[in-house]
């Protein structure tokens, strides 16, 4: 699987919204871009995923440039609750085997009033 | 609301003992992880299962540790004899095949002294 990059932290004020970056340069055609977090004491938490196209759910937005070397994570009005570390993965689907996880160091997210 | 279960959720034991995890993973997942967390070294994927066949354990010690699933709604890791080094956060998660989510359990905190 792909290497990714991200900030090891980052600040932002509740209600505003809150970018997360990703760069993901060696990814490769068949591998989708995920996003997990984890807050304190809590297991990782899913977030979102993508392959090329831009997504949206509930908790966020994923926005993958068109070379899909990097993306962004969004949390469109950002809450106390949301501090947590985001970790950015790249994972290969249809390999045949139950896909693994690699979690990086991810971003430290810390939301503030 | 469907949850990953692992017990005991603490545990303090001497070095030598035998310690053994438990998760009950989401009813109808047939996908089931272990990962380990320290500070050092961040979040590491043990040894996962599909349809209660270990798939892959090259992330396990495996001289000490060892990882089953009994069944389809239990699957349990168990290291003998422990060390200090082995205090961390093990986490369970549950998936469906090579689907796109992973459920993280609560996790499991060892204290190894």
């Known amino acids: 699987d792909a290497k990714t990059t991200q900030p090891p932290s980052m600040d932002c004020a509740e209600g505003r919204a809150a970018n997360l970056p990703c760069n993901h340069s060696?990814?490769?055609?068949?591998?989708?871009v995920y996003w997990y977090r984890q807050i304190h004491s809590q297991g990782p938490q899913y977030i979102i995923h993508g392959l090329k196209n831009n997504e949206t759910n509930e908790m966020a937005s994923l926005i993958i440039t068109e070379d899909r070397k990097s993306s962004t994570l969004i949390l469109p009005h950002a809450t106390l609750r949301d501090t947590a570390v985001y970790y950015c993965?790249?994972?290969?689907?249809?390999?045949?085997?139950?896909?693994?996880?690699?979690f990086g160091t991810g971003t430290r997210l810390q939301v503030t009033l | 609301d469907a949850r990953v279960t692992q017990t005991p959720r603490h545990k303090v034991t001497e070095m030598g003992q035998e310690v053994t995890m438990r998760c009950q993973p989401i009813?109808?997942?047939?996908?089931v992880f272990w990962y380990r967390q320290t500070m050092m070294q961040g979040l590491e994927l043990l040894a996962y299962?599909?349809?209660?066949?270990?798939?892959?354990d090259s992330g396990m010690p495996k001289d000490r540790f060892s990882a089953e699933m009994p069944d389809a709604t239990l699957a349990t890791l168990k290291i003998q004899p422990s060390e200090p080094r082995d205090s961390a956060v093990y986490f369970c998660a549950s998936g469906i095949d090579r689907g796109e989510t992973q459920y993280f359990g609560p996790g499991t905190r060892l204290l190894v002294l």
């Open positions: 009813l109808g997942h047939n996908t």
């Open positions: 060696t990814i490769s055609g068949n591998e989708y």
């Open positions: 993965i790249v994972r290969a689907m249809n390999t045949g085997t139950a896909s693994k996880l690699t």
């Open positions: 299962f599909r349809n209660r066949a270990p798939l892959d």
